[in-house]
């Protein structure tokens, strides 16, 4: 595995990793723990320090327009866009969304949409946290600041996993990459289910 990495990979290996943060639900959660695993990248293995600022990086570039299109599309009233959009906030973030909204001062919406982010786990990181403070009342600067210090943590925190002992943070990518399949696949699961439901309450209304 290591040979394949670093055959194919070696001489641009941080702008894998880069690429890799940009993704959504992956982000630094994953990139991390992928740039320092020795397992896959042998002595192409990225120090620490470029880790974290590569995987840093990568994950925050895509923050400032989701949130400057999230804040477009909260300021319309009615299209497909919105409408689609404002249906799958609702769907996946609305009880995070009204917890920020409803704090009494900018200091802790921008604390609750900083520590969403910290926490690395597959419906957190900056996609979410972006799209979460776009809907509030915070403004532009306000709203990528929490999210930049949430994800300071955020990749400390992973930083800080993958370096507990040696080949850790292999583990740690196993268990991230675990994480986000078990994730997905339940939710593939509950919106199946809930589209049979809703296909049976159809058919029974039309039966009535």
């Known amino acids: 595995m290591a040979n394949f990495f670093a055959d194919n990979f070696s001489q641009c290996a941080a702008l894998a990793v880069f690429l890799l943060a940009m993704c959504p639900m992956i982000e630094s959660k994953i990139a991390i723990p992928f740039a320092l695993s020795s397992v896959l990248w042998g002595d192409?293995?990225?120090?620490?320090?470029?880790?974290?600022?590569?995987?840093?990086?990568?994950?925050?570039?895509?923050?400032?327009?989701?949130?400057?299109?999230?804040?477009?599309?909260k300021n319309r009233t009615s299209g497909f866009v919105h409408d689609k959009f404002t249906t799958f906030v609702s769907k996946h973030y609305q009880n995070r969304l009204e917890n920020v909204s409803s704090k009494s001062s900018i200091l802790r919406k921008c604390m609750a949409v900083a520590t969403f982010v910290a926490v690395p786990l597959p419906l957190t990181g900056t996609y979410a946290g972006s799209i979460i403070s776009g809907f509030t009342n915070?403004?532009?600067w306000q709203c990528f600041l929490s999210v930049l210090?949430?994800?300071l943590v955020s990749c400390g925190v992973i930083l800080a996993l993958c370096l507990l002992f040696e080949n850790s943070a292999f583990y740690v990518l196993l268990?991230?990459?675990c994480l986000l399949l078990v994730f997905?696949?339940?939710?593939?699961?509950?919106?199946?289910?809930?589209?049979?439901?809703?296909?049976?309450?159809v058919n029974s209304s039309f039966k009535d």
């Open 44 to 73: 192409y293995t990225l120090s620490p320090l470029v880790a974290f600022v590569v995987a840093f990086a990568g994950s925050m570039l895509p923050s400032i327009f989701i949130i400057l299109l999230a804040r477009f599309i």
């Open 138 to 140: 915070l403004k532009i």
């Open 149 to 151: 210090i949430g994800e």
């Open 175 to 177: 268990a991230s990459v």
């Open 184 to 201: 997905l696949l339940a939710n593939f699961v509950v919106t199946l289910v809930s589209k049979i439901k809703k296909k049976r309450d």
